[in-house]
């Protein structure tokens, strides 16, 4: 049920965010959301990739700076309030989301919702308790 996030920290210049997915796109590393957030100095770009080690391996030799999280994937409708089930699932049991990011699916009327938790296993057993769909990595991937 967890879900493989690459986070690439980015120097706030010229070209660096088209060098990291410039690097993926001739990898054939398909791109199934992302995220960026930036300072003025640094972007931090979070990405969901099917082949997260091999995007992790080819952009560290290209001197990023990588790390591999796990976060948790949910499937929502596509509505006002969507979002609301799965936030009230996680502040039942007091559980903080460090951030989310979202993107719309293109066969359905649903969004994915990537959520970071300070615990990811509770975040799991309390999006699942709460009746949130959680999908697996293969789902995400194959989207």
């Known amino acids: 049920m967890k879900l ?3 986070s690439v920290f ?4 010229k070209g660096r965010l088209w060098k990291a997915l410039n690097i993926l796109s001739v990898a054939k590393i398909n791109i199934r959301a992302l995220s960026i957030a930036d300072t003025s100095e640094f972007g931090i770009l979070r990405i969901i990739v099917p082949e997260p080690e091999k995007a992790k391996s080819i952009l560290e030799e290209s001197n990023f700076v990588v790390k591999v999280n796990d976060v948790i994937a949910v499937s ?5 309030g969507g979002l609301d089930s799965v ?3 996680l502040n039942k049991l007091d559980i903080n989301v460090e951030y989310l990011y979202a993107f719309v699916e293109k066969k359905g009327k649903n969004a994915i919702v990537v959520i970071r938790t300070e615990d990811i296993d509770a975040g799991i057993t309390a999006l699942e308790n709460g009746g949130v769909t959680v999908l697996k990595s293969e789902e995400v991937y194959s989207l």
């Open 4 to 6: 493989k996030q690459i």
């Open 10 to 13: 980015l120097e706030n210049r």
């Open 76 to 80: 929502i409708l596509d509505e006002p």
């Open 87 to 89: 936030l009230e699932a």
